[in-house]
């Protein structure tokens, strides 16, 4: 019932940048927020930066500085920009929609992953 297609990862130098975009399709009813979630070889997967259908924000202290999420409700696609990446950035990165109203969350939904790898 909803999709994600992911798009932008691949192998940069420390220092560097990538933009990771996210388009999602399928029923977009009660989309609450849509967000970035990271799995770094050996780890769990941990919370980058979600973004709320209102713009409000939130980022993992790793990140903070550096990365920017931004979304477009109309087109119900999320963007990650990330500058001065570092090596412990590396990791397959999850798109993520998540439907609810208030605090009730109904589901999830996730992408296939992309992987940013960030080596010299």
């Known amino acids: 019932q909803v999709q994600l297609v992911e798009s932008g990862g691949g192998l940069v130098r420390p220092g560097g940048s990538l933009r990771l975009s996210c388009a999602a399709s399928?029923?977009?009813?009660?989309?609450?927020?849509m967000g970035w979630y990271r799995q770094a070889p050996g780890k769990g997967r941990e919370l980058v930066a979600t973004?709320?259908?209102?713009?409000?924000?939130n980022y993992a202290d790793s990140v903070k500085g550096r990365f920017t999420i931004s979304r477009d409700n109309t087109k119900n696609m999320v963007s990650l920009q990330m500058n001065g990446l570092k090596p412990e950035d590396t990791a397959v990165y999850y798109c993520?929609?998540?439907?609810?109203?208030?605090?009730?969350?109904?589901?999830?939904?996730w992408g296939q992953g992309t992987q940013v790898t960030v080596s010299s």
């Open positions: 973004i709320t259908s209102g713009g409000s924000t």
């Open positions: 399928g029923s977009m009813f009660n989309v609450n927020a």
């Open positions: 993520n929609l998540r439907k609810g109203s208030g605090s009730y969350i109904s589901g999830d939904y």
